[in-house]
Structure formats: structure tokens, C-alpha cells
């Protein structure tokens, strides 16, 4: 396993979760770092994604103002801030690595080569 997500848990409508990626495999570094998600009986979806090198984002408009993507200064983790969660992001949440994505495929998975093995989120009351 080359990358690790975790983080994930049960938490209410409104509440906060962070999750983290960590590279146990020298993946970061690649081109674009992503988060993805697979609600059940869906489509594994795009959540957001991160060029490594420069540090921009990009977002889902389903999560955009809710959720930050980030590394740390190190460059050994990347993480997921989500904040007012709703019961429509429960899902599993997955971590990816891309060496070889380009800025028109950030959003496809089939574009990143590298995967976690996902981190469980349930928002409910």
C-alpha cells in the first residue's frame, strides 16, 4: 500500500472532519494528488484535487466552500478539511496519486494510478 487515507467517522449534519493521506510509497510529487469519494449504489465521484508542484485546487461544486484540500510544508500529507458536512457526502473517501495527470483530466479517475484504500464518512443525526 502506498497511500494511506484516514480520518473518516460518524458526525453530525454541520460538523467537521479532516481527513489525511499520508505516502508511504514516494507517490507525492506526483502532478496532481486528489480525494474522490463512492457514495453507495453510486459512481465513485471527484471531490478535489491538488497540483503538487504550484499548490493550486480545484473542487467539485458540490463541495467547493465547504472543503479545503491541502499539504503540509513537508510535502508528506495531504489532507481533506470538510466542514457543515451534509448526509449527502457520506461516503467512502478515497486518496489518489496522479504522476501523469494532466490539467484536463484532474477530475477523471481513471487518470490517477495511485489509490488508498478509502476512509469511511457518515453524516447523519
Known amino acids: 500500500v502506498q497511500l494511506q487515507a484516514s480520518g473518516g467517522g460518524l458526525v453530525q449534519p454541520g460538523g467537521s472532519l479532516r481527513l489525511s493521506c499520508a505516502d508511504s510509497?514516494?507517490?507525492?510529487?506526483?502532478?496532481?494528488m486528489a480525494w474522490f469519494r463512492q457514495a453507495p449504489g453510486k459512481e465513485r465521484e471527484f471531490v478535489a484535487a491538488l497540483k503538487w508542484s504550484a499548490g493550486y485546487t480545484y473542487y467539485a461544486d458540490s463541495v467547493k466552500g465547504r472543503f479545503t484540500i491541502s499539504r503540509d510544508n513537508a510535502k508528506t500529507s495531504m489532507y481533506l478539511q470538510m466542514n457543515n458536512l451534509r448526509p449527502e457526502d457520506t461516503a467512502i473517501y478515497y486518496c489518489a496519486a496522479g504522476p501523469s495527470v494532466i490539467q484536463s483530466q484532474l477530475a477523471t479517475q481513471t487518470a490517477y494510478t495511485y489509490w488508498g484504500q478509502g476512509t469511511q464518512v457518515t453524516v447523519s443525526s
Open positions: 510509497g514516494h507517490t507525492f510529487g506526483s502532478r496532481f
